[in-house]
């Protein structure tokens, strides 16, 4: 069962991972100057930013538990 439930995470990751999306270090150079979309580009990164950021948490919070209950 954990074998499924680290695959589906590992499915997640991949679907929400946009290598194209990086955190820019000039968002408006970024947007072509449209302060409008600078922002909306800012905010969808930091929506994969943080979907990304708590499914490799779980990912790890579980492969631990898994781990240790098989030394067990």
Request: aromatic share 10%; hydrophobic share 30%.
């Amino acid at each position: 069962m954990t074998e499924k439930v680290l695959a589906y995470i590992d499915e997640l990751i991949d679907r929400y991972d946009d290598p194209e999306m990086t955190e820019s270090e000039n968002p408006m150079d970024d947007s072509g100057g449209n302060f409008d979309d600078a922002y909306y580009m800012g905010i969808e990164y930091g929506k994969m930013h943080g979907r990304l950021d708590a499914l490799r948490k779980v990912k790890e919070f579980i492969q631990k538990e898994a781990d240790a209950l098989s030394q067990q």
